[in-house]
């Protein structure tokens, strides 16, 4: 059987291959074969599974069962062992390397940043902080209207938190007024939630218990961010609370743009227009449609005369429609009249 190997059969005395299985359990129950029966599986041979008959050099017969089981519980004893002292090696080197540097600085609260890649990631470390949560949570929700689905799908998370006691704040768009999936929303959790609204928001945030907070790492948001690094937190509940001052309440009323004719939206497309946006970027800022926004364009256009869109931005100036609208007390005060002499 010399020059015989197990390249064609690449397994162990424990798996054989099926060609293997046969005959050696045909060798088992005859107690011998023909040496020619064994010729399409010389692995047998190299494993030991099966030797040449002393009183007959032409026939093999089976190491048995239980021998071999013994050899191979030695052969895995020996690799557990050599295993372990390698392991234990490794441990010892890389504990002489770490007593090289500085302590390593740890959290109570964990990694400072955390990047969660997928969805399943984000949506657990989420979950974990839903039920984690006590206090308060703060939420920021760009785009338009909310979709049926995108509510029901934390909804179940909302109502844990409402059962717990835990005020929420949700800022959206002024589009997202025109959802009734919203309005649903609002009057099912109650009090337990506050919304507010504005012409536009920064992207999607989540902040719980002024602790952890969460945002986009990429554009469709299938990468995330979870922070617990107390500077960043502090500053993105800051941006928040400002965001949160400037908003109107859900239940509230827009107030007047203060310009005959254009309306609250329209004056949030004109200021972004003044910026040097493009269509797409004021649709999506705006939580609406690059159609709708066209058409608010042509409207804005035909209120201030604007025959072209170089001329669009002209009128744009022309109304001081290039800002923000400006709250009653940042309007400069008039210095009062001095009575003549």
């Known amino acids: ?9 690449p397994h162990g005395a424990d798996r054989l291959c099926e060609a293997g299985n046969r005959v050696y359990s045909r060798a088992v129950r005859r107690g011998r074969i023909p040496r020619q029966d064994a010729k399409a599986v010389p692995c047998l041979v190299d494993l030991g599974l099966l030797h040449p008959d002393p009183d007959d050099m032409e026939r093999l017969v089976p190491t048995a069962p239980q021998e071999v089981m013994t050899r191979l519980l030695h052969e895995m004893h020996e690799q557990v062992t ?11 080197a890389f504990e002489w390397y770490a007593r090289l540097g500085p302590p390593a600085r ?26 984690a949560c006590r206090a308060e949570v703060l939420t920021v929700q760009p785009g338009g209207i909310r979709r049926e689905d995108e509510l029901s799908e934390g909804l179940h998370r909302a109502l844990a938190l409402r059962r717990r006691g835990v005020r929420m704040r949700d800022l959206y768009t002024h589009v997202a007024r025109h959802g009734q999936g919203l309005l649903n929303y609002m009057e099912l959790m109650g009090d337990s939630v506050e919304a507010r609204t504005l012409d536009e928001v920064v992207e999607r945030l989540m902040l719980f218990d002024r602790t952890v907070a969460f945002i986009p790492a990429n554009a469709d948001r299938t990468v995330a961010l979870e922070l617990r690094h107390p500077a960043l937190v502090e500053y993105l509940v800051t941006v928040f609370e400002r965001l949160w001052r400037l908003a109107v309440p859900l239940a ?23 910026e040097g946006h493009q269509d797409a970027v004021v649709a999506e800022r705006l939580g609406i449609s690059v159609r709708t926004c066209r058409a608010h364009i042509a409207r804005l256009s035909e209120t201030l005369g604007a025959a072209s869109r170089t001329q669009l931005g002209v009128r744009i100036a ?22 003549a002499g």
Do not use: F, N, W
């Open 1 to 9: 059987m010399a020059g015989h190997t197990t390249d064609a059969h």
């Open 82 to 92: 050599t295993a372990q002292s390698r392991m234990g090696a490794a441990v010892s």
């Open 106 to 131: 740890t959290s109570a609260q964990g990694a400072a940043i955390r990047v969660l890649d997928g969805l399943p990631r984000i949506q657990a470390a989420v979950d974990a902080a839903t039920d």
């Open 252 to 274: 509230a009323p827009l107030p007047d743009t203060g310009i005959e004719g254009i309306t609250h939206r329209e004056r949030a497309i004109a200021a972004l227009l003044a």
């Open 318 to 339: 022309q109304a001081g429609l290039d800002g923000p609208p400006r709250a009653p007390e940042l309007l400069p005060i008039s210095a009062p009249e001095t009575p």
